[in-house]
């Protein structure tokens, strides 16, 4: 079993519609987790960070953590065909480092 | 603020060659992280330093991989007779705090042949 389990994709939504995309995790003492997207040939950028259960929103993003299942999940409204990228998850555990998915690839289709 | 650098951008070299990397990262970020990342793969951890203490090796860091940050400032990565399989971009990031958002540079592409 990976450390963290993402679906490769691609996830092709039409534009305007929500994008979920879903992480899960094998470690239950992680404790922080972060969402980054991916263009192809580009570094990750940081989307969202959430610590705690419960949801956090930032703009169209929402990032959905249960710690309890864990899983954590990204929500992407009014998906834009600029959100095409890779998505990728990412944990700290008990050190700093951190330990990412494959991620998931997101096509938004005008 | 003018976030993590990383040079050079893309690096093509030899099989038996040495190459070494530069980052700089987020001035006051006393973090310092190096990641390696294939085709289709996440980032995989190297190594990293606070200050200018390396704190943890991944098993992935071979004896032909080393790294310093001697001023606590900008590090370096070392990749000695350079194989193949290295091939990769380089990443590095820097944070303030610990287990606090790492923010990744521009990364430099090695293409060993």
């Known amino acids: 079993q990976k450390e963290v389990e993402q679906n490769s994709g691609p996830l092709s939504v039409p534009e305007g519609a929500i994008a979920s995309l879903n992480c899960t995790y094998s470690?239950?003492?992680?404790?922080?987790f972060f969402w980054y997207r991916q263009y192809s040939g580009k570094s990750p950028e940081l989307i969202m960070s959430?610590?705690?259960?419960g949801d956090k929103e930032d703009g169209r993003f929402t990032a959905q953590l249960n710690k309890a299942s864990q899983y954590v999940s990204l929500l992407i409204r009014d998906s834009q065909p600029s959100d095409s990228a890779t998505y990728l998850c990412?944990?700290?555990?008990?050190?700093?480092?951190?330990?990412f998915g494959t991620g998931t690839r997101l096509q938004v289709f005008p | 603020d003018t976030g993590v650098s990383q040079d050079p951008r893309h690096k093509i070299t030899k099989r038996g060659q040495n190459v070494t990397f530069r980052c700089d990262p987020i001035?006051?970020?006393?973090?310092l992280y190096w990641y390696r990342q294939t085709l289709g793969q996440g980032p995989e951890f190297l190594t990293y330093?606070?200050?200018?203490?390396?704190?943890?090796k991944s098993r992935l860091l071979s004896d032909r991989f080393s790294a310093e940050r001697p001023k606590g400032s900008f590090s370096t990565l070392e990749i000695q007779r350079t194989e193949q399989g290295d091939s990769a971009m380089y990443l590095c990031?820097?944070?303030?705090?610990?287990?606090?958002?790492?923010?990744f540079g521009p990364g430099t592409r090695l293409l060993v042949l």
């Open positions: 001035s006051e970020h006393n973090r």
């Open positions: 990031a820097s944070s303030p705090l610990s287990r606090e958002t790492q923010y």
């Open positions: 959430i610590y705690s259960n």
């Open positions: 470690d239950r003492g992680s404790q922080s």
């Open positions: 990412a944990v700290n555990r008990d050190t700093d480092k951190l330990i």
């Open positions: 330093f606070q200050n200018e203490a390396q704190l943890e």
